[in-house]
Nanobody, 115 residues
Framework: EVQLVESGGGLVQTGGSLRLSCAAS????????MGWFRQEEREGVSYIST?????YYTASVKGRFTISADNAKNTVYLQMNSLKPEDTAVYYC???????????WGQGTQVTVSS
């Protein structure tokens, strides 16, 4: 059974940093593409970043957020710097096959950035 468990969310002031972790189990880590998404209050889920050997970012976080992975720990990270109030959201990690849809999702972790 595929499981994704996020951690590392919390409350931080504007300009601060947080590192989110997503521990994966139930599949061969190298076989799936990992991504980060977020959902702001009363909004849909939006894409943030993907790691599939290369890294990709949505424009609003480029230069501030960094995705990385530790294959030995089956864990993907999202380092978030220079946080802004508009980064406040529930953050999710997700996994998909190379050419598939994101079928596997974690439970989410809340990030709140105070002004």
């Amino acid at each position: 059974e595929v499981q994704l468990v996020e951690s590392g969310g919390g409350l931080v002031q504007t300009g601060g940093s947080l590192r989110l972790s997503c521990a994966a189990s139930g599949f061969v880590f190298d076989d799936l593409v990992m991504g980060w998404f977020r959902q702001e209050e009363r909004e849909g889920v939006s894409y943030i970043s993907t790691s599939d050997g290369s890294t990709y970012y949505t424009a609003s976080v480029k230069g501030r957020f960094t995705i990385s992975a530790d294959n030995a720990k089956n864990t993907v990270y999202l380092q978030m710097n220079s946080l802004k109030p508009e980064d406040t959201a529930v953050y999710y990690c997700a996994a998909r096959a190379q050419f598939g849809k994101y079928d596997y999702w974690g439970q989410g972790t809340q990030v709140t950035v105070s002004s």
